[in-house]
């Protein structure tokens, strides 16, 4: 099982918005909404921003969003801060002939 | 508020034995299921396994053959043990908490490095 593809870095100027994207296959994000996403600050541990393609937990920012289409989700980071500068991981539930949970390659966002 | 605390050696010598144990804090560990998880410095996450209260396991087949992931109702506290480990299993591991009801990792640990070397 492969890990899901991210660009490796995006960037954009604080106000700005920007779009992150997670391709997997028909296997894992084409076959369920369980696709989550995760920011990373340097030396911390994961924090889950979105759950369920589109769900945010409690005290997370309604500037962070997700969608998906096919088997490709997003992450669209509105207003961009200064804050969201970090690395950025998607992940997707997948069948149970494989790794249950498969994570993407990773993206850092950097705010110019 | 649960927190999940890593703990265990952080130097392991190589064809040894990584064994980490999570202690869970601020929420019982009979319910939801609970998972470990590693990064490489400076690379992405890598699912390990899973296990529930009542034992059920699930681990990732590149692993299977060298995970054993244990549970501890008495004391809230769950393990993992990675047998014949080389220097591709130097990583940060993490234990993480299932969020109930979503294929999800809502509360993690801080994380424990964990170098494999002579």
């Known amino acids: 099982q492969s890990a899901l593809t991210q660009p490796a870095s995006v960037s954009g100027s604080p106000g700005q918005s920007i779009t992150i994207s997670c391709t997997g296959t028909?296997?894992?994000?084409?076959?369920?909404?369980?696709v989550s996403w995760y920011q990373q600050h340097p030396g911390k541990p994961p924090k889950l921003m979105i759950f369920d393609v589109t769900n945010r937990p409690s005290g997370v920012s309604n500037r962070f969003s997700g969608s998906k289409s096919g088997n490709t989700a997003s992450l669209t980071i509105s207003g961009l801060q200064a804050e969201d500068e970090a690395d950025y991981f998607c992940?997707?539930?997948?069948?149970?002939?494989?790794?249950?949970?498969?994570f993407g390659t990773g993206t850092k966002v950097t705010v110019l | 508020q649960v927190q999940l605390q890593e703990s265990g050696p952080g130097l392991v010598k190589p064809s040894e034995t990584l064994s980490l144990t999570c202690a869970v804090s601020g929420g019982s560990i009979r319910i939801n299921w609970w998972s470990w998880v590693r990064q490489p410095p400076g690379k992405g996450l890598e699912w390990i396994g899973e296990?529930?209260?009542?034992?059920?396991?699930n681990y990732n087949p590149s692993l299977k053959s060298r995970v054993t992931i244990l549970l501890d109702n008495s004391k809230n506290q769950f393990s993992l043990k990675l047998t014949s480990v080389t220097a591709a299993d130097t990583a940060v591991y993490y234990c993480a908490r299932h969020m109930t009801g979503a294929n999800t990792f809502d509360y993690w640990g801080q994380g424990t490095l964990v170098t494999v070397s002579s």
């Open positions: 992940s997707s539930y997948t069948s149970i002939s494989t790794p249950l949970y498969v």
């Open positions: 028909s296997s894992d994000v084409g076959a369920y909404n369980s």
């Open positions: 296990i529930y209260h009542s034992g059920s396991t």
